[in-house]
């Protein structure tokens, strides 16, 4: 059985066309908002409180919140909590920004 020489499978693997891309839900991507402009959102009655979107993440995913992000996909504001449960897993919860509802946990 023959085999190619290492240097020949990387040259052929720079020349091979990159995978695809595949969108899991939602096919927008997402982009996450600056503090200033999440204090803007909540503000201006956009989005709810931080502290309501923890809430409801913890809620949907019990754990403690370790991080939350006000985030925009397309035209809507979704918050993206991560929560760590007490079996060290870590749960990601997204949340439209308007009404609190889950939208996914992962």
């Not at 995978?19 to 709810?48: K, Q």
């Not at 809507?76 to 997204?94: Q, S």
Request: include cysteine; hydrophobic fraction near 40%.
């Amino acid at each position: 059985m023959s085999t190619m020489p290492f240097e020949t499978v990387i040259a052929l693997s720079l020349l091979a066309p990159p995978l695809p891309i595949v969108m899991i839900d939602n096919p927008e991507p997402i982009a996450c908002l600056s503090a200033d402009e999440t204090r803007d959102a909540v503000a201006d009655g956009r989005v709810i409180q931080p502290a309501q979107a923890s809430r409801h993440a913890r809620q949907a995913a019990p754990g403690e919140v370790v991080r939350i992000r006000l985030c925009r996909q397309g035209d809507d504001y979704v918050y993206v909590v991560t929560t760590l449960k007490r079996d060290g897993r870590v749960a990601r919860v997204t949340l439209e920004g308007q009404s609190g509802k889950v939208g996914t946990i992962r």
